[in-house]
Every structure is written in structure tokens, then in C-alpha cells.
């Protein structure tokens, strides 16, 4: 389908990975206003960002954040894994179109590892219960039905974009645009795997305009980097500067706006209420949790729709941590895209120093939420069962998977669970 290198980024790069926002564009400094006192619900990234800007700018800030840690869906499984290893629940890589994530990460001192295709290494597709280096895939899939609408694209960063005619891209999903170019079921089955298959609930679950646009962005990328020591990293070093200013396990319950100003009426876990006013309030809350607040005046009704409509897709990861990285004693990458249940699995330790080794299965949709509702023993066994599928002889894999597994479900009931196993 794509070159091998542009392949594996794509398959890895998802959206749900990009680091504040896909913007190539610095955001330019703005002039000092009258000082105001500003509430920032939400110490996600944006959150943390919003809050670095407006102190910046002369502002008095607040942020509430409901969890115990900043990031929100930055987040950097530590525990239980052993060497100091860990694993990548939320957000990985930063393109080197990445600029604003670039900037914080350089403010802060943090270093970007290069992500790199390994050409001595070999990367499978498992599909139709066959193993299928993707060197060995037929290739002229993508070039005769996704490149030429991705040469349509445009440049999504254009004040202009979308034209009339790209506009209506978003009337089909990317499966029926597909299936309008002459793809067959069977093509788009594969065309369906990989990177395609990681958004949303697979390809016919989001708009062809949506892909086109995040194609045309890939296309500005030239490297994907990691944050040497997880991602995590990054924002605790924005929380850090921030100090004082976060307030950790305060949850909003109720926002209200008047001519007075705002106020926030938060909740504790224990119980205890609060009330915090201030003369604005920038909200970077998840639609999923903005859902259950309550808002005084309403937001508008275009507004509400959104918040209401807007899906959210399952996102499932486990993570298996193994005596020693066994595929790569094999030649192997420790990557293969999959039509089976656990769908997705890398190596989650590739830029990671050690002989022990972790490997992530990643799914989404309904296999994530099936995925979610078996316990702790049922998600290992599942996953050791189709990794055992993908890469054939397993060595070792019942002895070394006991170590630990953190299994991680994004979406609108969102849990996380990590124990520790037998060694």
C-alpha cells in the first residue's frame, strides 16, 4: 500500500497519539491584558498549556484537575513493570510538524528520540489466519484507490480548506468513498487494517474528509520522535511550573457565567463541596465529561449538539512484559497488524534500553469494549493467544508473560487496571 517507512509511521501514528493539537503553527505571543483571575478546568495537556499562556500573559490562574496527576490522556504506565521499563497508555509520538509540542519540549529540557524503521527487521500483517510479511503484500492497493484521492487533499492548513468539492467528502465515510472508487469487500478488508482501522470504529465509522485531512498532515511530517522517558514527562514538567496553581481531585460539578463573572461549584471524592469564582473560565474538559456538568446559561444549541453527538470511540491496550525481547533475537519488529481480536502489537520498549522488552496490544471500538469486560486472567490469556498466533513460536511466552499487564479503556466509561503477576 505505502512505502515501508511511510507504512509503519502510519500505522503507528494515530491521531489519538498527536500531542496538543495537529496545528503546525506556533501560536504567536499575545500582548498583556488587564490582569484577570482565570479558571482552566481540565490539567490535561491543552489545560496545562491554556494555563502557561495566560500566567505568561499577566494572568491570575486556577486549574482544577479531578485526577491525582496531570495529562490526562497523557499517560505513562510505570508500575508494576520492572528495569524501570514502562508503557504508553495515551499519547506517544510528536511529529516534527509538532511545533507548539516541540517548543514545550525544548522550554523544558526534554530530548525527542528518533522513531526509526529498522529495514533489518520484519513487520508482519496476520490476517485470514495467515502471517504476511508486509514486504511481501501486494502494493498496488493504495495506489489505485487511495493516492488519488489523497492528491485531491489539499492543504488542510489553507484558510480556504475545504473546497466545495473536498467538502463533500464528508457527506461518506472513507469505506464508501472507497467503495465508490471500485473497491471490493475483500479490499477493503485490507485497506481496513493498520493505521485505517485504528480510528474511530474502523473505516466506515469516520468521514472520507477526515482522512484526507490527516493524510495531507502526515504528508508535512518528515520524523516521528518519542519523548526520551515517556511522554509523561512533558506534562509534569508543565505542572511543575505551574506549582501551586493546580488543585488535584476537584471535580466540577456546575459552571455558571453572569455579568459578575464565573463560578465553578466543585466536589472532592470524599464529598466536600466548594465554589471558585473568577472573572473567566477557559473549559478544556472532555466533551464526554463536559456531558455531566451542569451550565448556567446553556451553551448555545449548536453548541450542545456537539457536545451531546460527538462520539468517542473504545480505545483497549495491554501491555505484556517479557524476560527478554525475543523477536529481535528472530529478526522480528515485534509489530503486526491483525484482524484478530487484539487487532495491534508493537514493541512498546523499541527506544527503551534493557533485555527485558514489553509488548503492547492495541484495539478499538467493539473489540475494545469486548476486551474490557473480561477480567484481569481473561485479557492475558486472550492476548498471549493471539500474539502466540502472530509471531508462530512464542518462546517462552506462558513463563515470561507473568510479569505484569496493564490493560487501558479510552472512551466515555473509562477505566484503567495494571497488577502484578508471578515472575
Excluded at 506517544?92 to 528520540?113: E, P, Q
Excluded at 476537584?250 to 457565567?257: D, G
Excluded at 493467544?385 to 490493560?407: K, N, P
Amino acid at each position: 500500500m505505502d512505502s515501508r517507512r511511510v507504512f509503519i509511521q502510519r500505522l503507528l501514528a494515530t491521531s489519538a497519539f498527536a500531542l496538543l493539537s495537529q496545528s503546525t503553527r506556533a501560536q504567536p505571543k499575545q500582548p498583556r491584558s488587564p490582569r484577570q483571575k482565570i479558571i482552566v478546568p481540565g490539567a490535561g495537556v491543552s489545560g496545562l498549556a491554556a494555563a502557561l499562556d495566560l500566567i505568561a500573559s499577566g494572568h491570575d490562574v486556577t486549574v482544577i484537575e479531578a485526577r491525582t496527576r496531570p495529562g490526562g490522556r497523557v499517560f505513562t504506565i510505570r508500575e508494576p513493570f520492572a528495569d524501570g521499563l514502562y508503557g504508553e497508555a495515551g499519547a506517544v509520538f510528536v511529529s516534527d510538524s509538532h511545533d507548539l509540542t516541540i517548543a514545550y519540549c525544548k522550554r523544558f529540557g526534554l530530548s525527542l528520540t528518533p522513531e526509526q524503521w529498522n529495514r533489518d527487521l520484519t513487520y508482519y500483517w496476520y490476517t485470514g489466519g495467515r502471517r504476511v510479511r508486509i514486504q511481501d503484500l501486494p502494493t498496488g492497493l493504495g495506489k489505485k484507490y487511495v493516492r488519488p484521492l489523497e492528491t485531491t487533499a489539499g492543504d488542510p492548513l489553507s484558510p480556504s480548506w475545504p473546497t466545495p468539492q473536498i467538502a463533500e467528502y464528508d457527506k461518506l465515510s472513507w469505506a464508501a468513498l472507497l467503495r465508490k472508487q471500485g473497491a471490493t469487500e475483500t479490499e477493503l478488508h485490507q485497506l481496513g487494517m493498520g493505521y485505517a482501522g485504528l480510528l474511530g470504529e474502523g473505516i466506515d465509522s469516520y468521514s472520507a474528509l477526515s482522512w484526507l485531512r490527516g493524510a495531507a498532515l502526515d504528508a508535512k511530517a518528515t520524523a516521528l520522535y518519542r519523548i526520551q522517558g515517556g511522554t509523561d514527562r512533558l506534562p509534569e514538567a508543565m505542572a511543575k511550573a505551574l506549582s501551586h496553581r493546580i488543585r488535584y481531585g476537584v471535580i466540577a460539578r456546575r459552571l455558571e457565567q453572569d455579568r459578575h463573572g464565573v463560578r465553578v461549584y466543585c466536589q472532592t471524592p470524599t464529598g466536600t463541596s466548594s465554589r471558585l469564582t473568577g472573572d473567566r473560565l477557559v473549559c478544556t474538559l472532555s466533551f464526554s465529561v463536559l456531558r455531566g456538568i451542569e451550565v448556567e446559561p446553556a451553551f448555545s444549541v449548536g453548541k450542545q449538539r456537539a457536545i451531546a453527538k460527538l462520539p468517542y470511540t473504545s480505545v483497549a491496550r495491554v501491555f505484556v512484559q517479557m524476560r527478554e525481547r525475543f523477536w529481535l533475537t528472530r529478526k522480528q519488529a515485534g509489530s503486526a497488524s491483525t484482524d484478530l481480536p487484539i487487532q495491534e502489537i508493537y514493541d512498546d520498549t523499541v527506544t527503551q534500553a534493557g533485555q527485558r522488552g514489553i509488548l503492547s496490544s492495541y484495539c478499538v471500538g467493539e473489540r475494545a469494549r469486548a476486551m474490557s469486560k473480561l477480567d484481569e486472567p481473561g485479557r492475558l490469556s486472550t492476548t498471549i493467544r493471539d500474539m502466540t498466533r502472530c509471531t508462530r513460536e512464542f518462546r517462552g511466552t506462558r513463563r515470561a508473560a507473568h510479569r505484569s499487564i496493564g490493560t487501558t479503556i479510552h472512551g466515555p466509561e473509562a477505566t484503567t487496571a495494571s497488577s502484578r503477576l508471578d515472575s
